[in-house]
């Protein structure tokens, strides 16, 4: 069934590896390159199921490539109400697909990083989940129970709502028993797994999770 299918978004902020996105790749059921995300796309080995976006960044060479392996492409026009990232997305959603990981959804346009990472937000209504990694990062949206395995990585919760949230959190260095967390502020950067998983529980709100790595 599509919806325990595996999507994953190839975009065009900075892949800074590779072997993950080949990783991500190779364990993924339809892949969708959105526009210059197709070049990270052919230079990790891949190739994608469909090729999204208005096509201005992508390069000759990868036009070349579509063109001989006759991969399928949804051009739209370069004046739009939404950005390719979030046209992949409704792509996914429209095909079933239920579990999103977005390649290349940080990089060096500050605007187009925080609209990627709020897009965790249109999928998680949409009964989607979703994922955006990186080398360094690993982000989610949670609003009911999340468990992570040990990590060496720092894990920091910080609420999406503007009412803050009401956590719980066990197996952490720093836990925590129904506390509220308001929107704005530092309280939860910077926590780590001291047990061999920690558990997160949302008990008011919604917040991104991020397993980061230095």
């Not at 090729?51 to 949804?74: A, H, Q």
């Not at 996914?92 to 925080?114: E, Q, Y």
């Not at 990585?153 to 956590?167: Q, T, Y």
């Amino acid at each position: 069934m599509t919806n325990k299918l595996k999507g994953l978004i190839i975009l065009n902020g900075e892949i800074q590896d590779l072997n993950i996105l080949k990783e991500i790749g190779n364990h993924s059921d339809f892949i969708l390159s959105a526009d210059g995300g197709t070049d990270y796309c052919f230079k990790a080995g891949l190739i994608q199921d469909i090729v999204i976006g208005d096509l201005d960044s992508i390069s000759k060479s990868s036009l070349e490539i579509i063109g001989e392996k006759n991969i399928p492409v949804e051009k739209f026009p370069v004046k739009k109400d939404k950005t390719d990232s979030e046209l992949a997305i409704d792509y996914l959603i429209d095909k079933g697909i239920r579990h999103i990981t977005l390649i290349g959804a940080i990089g060096n346009r500050l605007d187009h990083t925080l609209a990627n990472i709020f897009l965790l937000t249109k999928m998680k209504d949409m009964g989607v989940k979703g994922q955006i990694v990186d080398r360094n990062n690993t982000i989610y949206l949670v609003d009911d129970e999340m468990v992570l395995p040990k990590t060496d990585s720092f894990v920091s919760i910080i609420p999406a709502d503007l009412s803050g949230i009401v956590i719980s959190l066990k197996g952490f260095e720093y836990e925590l028993d129904k506390v509220k967390v308001k929107f704005g502020t530092t309280h939860g950067i910077s926590n780590r797994i001291v047990e061999s998983e920690g558990f997160i529980k949302v008990h008011e709100g919604q917040c991104f999770v991020i397993v980061s790595r230095d």
